[in-house]
């Protein structure tokens, strides 16, 4: 019969691996930040732009909800996101012939020369190293996410609507 770890020895164990998963948090963070840096430095947009950007020129004629559920925002904020957008000159918003209150968006020719120019990739590190994991990967780390935001005091919900590039 193999003997129990001494409690304090499984203590500082669980110790160790709670600061191993905090070093990978501040990884995944600093990879973030700095690919947003990059996204403006490069593209001049921040990177929820370049997102949004992105996915509008994808998919010409997309209307502003369908952006705001692509992106997991808020329709206010991917509102807000197309107002800049379309100050800067890089989309263009269209009203349908049939429909006076449906919008179309599109991307200008200044828009589609802010992607050529943007760093790779234009929907954000994070959202892509999220995107290539396998699907069993994805659940698993969705519900130890899950517990983890659980146990946060305090919490913010409205963050699940904030683009990171505006955290």
Known sequence: MKPLPDPRARRAAKQARMLEVLALFRVVFKSVRRHYQSVERRAGVRGAQLWALAQIAEQPGLRVGELARALAIHQSTASNLLRDLERAALVTRERTPEDQRTVRLRATRRGQEVLKRAPKPLIGVLQQALSDLPAD???????????????????????????????
């Open 137 to 167: 990967h994805l659940d698993a780390l969705q519900a130890d996410l899950e517990r983890v935001v659980a146990a946060l005091r305090p919490r913010d919900p409205a963050a699940r609507r904030t683009p990171l590039s505006e955290l």
